[in-house]
């Protein structure tokens, strides 16, 4: 009997604790409110830590929404129930006003949110003035001047990306996100100021806490310590993927069973950056920033690789033309140091591509081509004069200005130190002489290294959706029902001028004929990157019947080891399928194995081609190097710091007069508990007597 009464106990209060913890769930809910947003978060260099942290079980603060700069006073002053989190729109989002937030320090701010009102936005860049200042040809002002708006690339800038924030700042894009947020503040904090201490207020919990710390020599060393304990990381190198091509396939690296380097090939070398970066997590396009250039790379391969005869016609047999996107060039040029130290040390291309090493022997010369803010007004810079310059510039304005074509351009040169922060000054930084050359043009970017970089805001960018062929080569009259001045149309005129001026180059020959690129081309690779990766142009460079594509753009973000690497998964194939031959007598069964690929194609038929597309390392050789000197300044050392989630939410924080008020009740009962089970305890010999059996039965 006695254990039956226990058993049906014990279920009772399983049952009971089951009830609780189940009405606890609904009542959590109904306490908090999630917020859907972006997280600023920790990167790391050699020297110093950027970004922002939570602490370790979140930060709460108080909302208050800041309409005006004056709104800011009654934060930094004596707030009544600190710490706040000020609601703050784009205008407000200054480098003045968040470091006199910075200054207030926890104390009074705990979190701060970015708004997505954009109504009185007229910039909004984080960057710097001279982005990737420390790391090019040299850091003296000649190159880039930070306190002259005239001499720098980045007038706009703000340098938050690069400030660290004892708080975290979280970014809400969705309309109805702000809307709950400005209901919250409104109802509950927008009154009666001074007697915020006194009563519940709106408040809003961030969860963002950053594992790494100081800089990137610590954060390693107490990684690589922890590993050889527990397998812990506190940070990663930031880490990624260039992307390379040939025109021509190259020649296997394997003469009658030697291994040989061919030292007789010469390349064209044609690059450009594929990354971009903002200060909040999986947001930013770099629309204008660096996918202009990408856009502009890709027409000019695609042209080429249609213009040009066999490689036994041209008068140099060995000549050819080598496409590179370099990957993490907006921290300290990752992907293009990487691609120097490999080719000083004959590992380029690596080693699972099984081709000859090229050395910079190889390169006849480099065109970079960088930012494109301003289609209109671009110049071919160089650190030097020389004969190649000029001879280049003058074939691009005999394209340019030729009204056969009617592109209407007009390429302007400039020989000086004053270069863009391009790709080019890693090849530079190594050797001055280095025949490098850099199409760019003046910045016009006022949203550079931003969430704002995008076809809403900063370019106008609207998808023509023809359903026609892009991959085949246009007329020049044919404009393929794009208006004159579309930014695809602008990208098909720039592309053309650069690919003809290199089929002059090598052929020897002008081009006379009608042909150049198309725009449509232009118009799908914008949509993909821009809009939705469930894109034709991505599906025609894809194996056939493989799943689709995200319904988001893909990120451009280098990330690190184990991170998205979309876009240079992307880059990849519609680099490879558009530098591809056709082989059009090898059946689907036998195209499975390199350099053969098998695409989808622009009908989604199938299409076996002859491909040249490999992947290179974009990771600094900083992290390669035994013993390196982490303050050294020679190789980028920016890594990313671990975290375990970001989240925000909402809820009511009660007074400090309600928690004292709470407190002292759970005192006076636990005090009260202890006295009766003091009570209970020394009285239980007349309380619970046992009863003898005969006198229960």
């Not at 805001?457 to 246009?474: K, M, P, R």
């Not at 199938?606 to 000197?629: H, K, V, W």
Request: negative net charge; aromatic residues 10%.
């Amino acid at each position: 009997m006695e254990k039956r009464l226990s058993a049906a106990a014990i279920w009772l209060l399983m049952l009971l604790h089951g009830a609780c913890v189940a009405q606890g769930e609904r009542t959590r809910d109904k306490m908090y409110k999630p917020i859907l947003g972006a997280s600023c978060f920790r990167r790391l260099n050699g020297t110093h830590q950027t970004g922002c942290s939570s602490t370790y079980s979140g930060s709460v603060g108080v909302l208050h929404r800041i309409n005006v700069e004056a709104d800011l006073e009654f934060l930094l002053a004596s707030p009544p129930s600190p710490p706040y989190a000020p609601l703050i729109p784009p205008h407000l989002f200054t480098r003045d006003n968040l470091m006199r937030l910075k200054m207030a320090g926890p104390q009074n701010i705990s979190v701060v949110l970015l708004i997505n009102r954009t109504e009185k936005m007229k910039q909004f860049s984080h960057e710097l003035n001279c982005p990737n200042q420390y790391s090019g040809i040299n850091s003296s002002s000649e190159t880039c001047d930070a306190s002259n708006p005239a001499k720098n690339w980045n007038p706009w800038g703000t340098g938050l990306l690069h400030e660290d924030f004892p708080f975290p700042i979280y970014y809400i894009a969705d309309l109805k996100e702000i809307e709950k947020l400005e209901a919250c503040f409104e109802k509950f904090n927008n009154k009666n100021y001074e007697t915020h201490a006194l009563r519940s207020l709106c408040a809003v919990e961030v969860k963002s806490f950053m594992s790494a710390a100081v800089n990137t020599e610590v954060c390693m060393r107490r990684t690589n310590f922890i590993n050889n304990l527990g397998g812990s990381k506190y940070c990663d190198p930031l880490e990624g993927r260039n992307v390379y091509a040939t025109v021509y396939p190259r020649e296997p690296p394997v003469d009658g069973g030697v291994e040989v380097i061919r030292t007789n090939e010469e390349f064209i070398m044609v690059t450009c950056r594929l990354d971009t970066v903002s200060m909040f997590d999986g947001v930013g396009l770099g629309a204008m920033d660096s996918l202009m250039g990408l856009a502009v790379f890709t027409l000019v391969a695609n042209l080429l690789r249609q213009l040009l005869p066999p490689q036994s016609s041209l008068p140099n047999s060995r000549r050819n033309v080598l496409f590179v996107t370099f990957n993490g060039e907006s921290y300290d040029y990752i992907g293009s140091q990487r691609f120097v130290y490999d080719m000083e040390k004959l590992e380029f291309p690596p080693e699972s591509a099984r081709s000859s090493p090229i050395a910079f022997d190889n390169i006849e010369f480099m065109l970079d081509i960088g930012t494109l803010d301003d289609i209109a007004n671009i110049k071919l810079h160089a650190l030097t004069g020389s004969d190649l310059a000029q001879k280049l510039l003058g074939q691009l304005n005999n394209y340019a200005k030729t009204p056969r074509y009617g592109f209407n351009l007009n390429i302007q040169s400039e020989i000086s130190a004053h270069l863009p922060p391009t790709s080019a000054q890693s090849f530079l930084r190594r050797d001055p002489k280095f025949p490098a050359l850099i199409l760019n043009s003046r910045p016009t970017n006022r949203y550079y290294h931003s969430i704002y970089d995008d076809d809403v805001y900063n370019v106008e960018f609207t998808y023509a959706n023809t359903s026609q062929d892009f991959t085949q080569l246009a007329d020049v009259s044919d404009f393929k029902g794009l208006k004159a001045d579309s930014l695809q149309m602008k990208v098909r005129n720039i592309s053309s001028i650069v690919a003809l001026a290199l089929y002059q180059t090598l052929t020897g020959k002008e081009y006379t004929g009608t042909k150049v690129a198309n725009p449509l081309l232009a118009d799908e690779l914008l949509y993909c990157f821009l809009q939705s990766a469930d894109c034709p142009l991505f599906k025609a460079s894809s194996y056939p019947g493989s799943p689709n594509g995200l319904q988001l753009p893909p990120m451009r973000y280098i990330s690190v080891l184990g991170g998205s690497q979309e876009s240079s998964g992307w880059t990849y194939r519609v680099l490879g399928y558009l530098l591809s031959q056709p082989q059009p007598n090898i059946l689907k069964e036998n195209c499975t194995k390199l350099p053969l690929h098998y695409f989808a194609g622009y009908n989604n038929s199938g299409e076996c081609r002859l491909t040249t597309q490999n992947y290179s390392y974009a990771l600094s050789p900083a992290f390669l190097i035994d013993g390196y000197d982490w303050s050294s300044g020679q190789y980028s050392t920016w890594t990313e710091s671990t975290w375990s989630q970001f989240s925000a939410r909402i809820f009511l924080r009660p007074s400090n007069v309600h928690q004292i008020t709470t407190l002292s009740i759970g005192i006076v009962v636990l005090i009260v508990s202890f006295c009766l089970v003091y009570i209970i305890s020394s009285r239980s010999e007349v309380l619970f007597e046992d009863l003898p059996a005969s006198n229960a039965a």
